[in-house]
């Protein structure tokens, strides 16, 4: 079984979709924590319907980032980590 944290900061579709996934049995894995730097996300919001644990990064800093990440992350047993994030930008 794969124990997941998912990056997510837009609506979550990608996020609802995994969800759905996990509960068509489609996929092995439980979702341990959903991790946003949009406190406004509404991929947070599919998480607590979940009751999916979620996690906001205030940070701005990168190297605070990642210790904030990592003292967060050190209370999962996570062994894989999903970016659902499709940047517009990114598509031409």
Do not use: C
Not at 28 to 39: F, G, H, P, R, T
Not at 54 to 77: A, R
């Amino acid at each position: 079984m794969y124990h997941l944290v998912v990056f997510a900061s837009g609506n979550g579709s990608t996020l609802q979709a995994i969800i759905d996934s996990i509960g068509n049995k489609e996929l092995v894995a439980k979702i341990e924590l959903v991790v946003s730097n949009n406190s406004n996300s509404y991929a947070l919001e599919r998480a607590k319907l979940a009751n999916i644990p979620t996690y906001i990064i205030q940070s701005k800093d990168f190297n605070k980032i990642d210790l904030e990440l990592s003292k967060v992350l050190s209370n999962y047993s996570i062994n894989l980590i999903v970016l659902a994030r499709i940047f517009k930008d990114d598509w031409s």
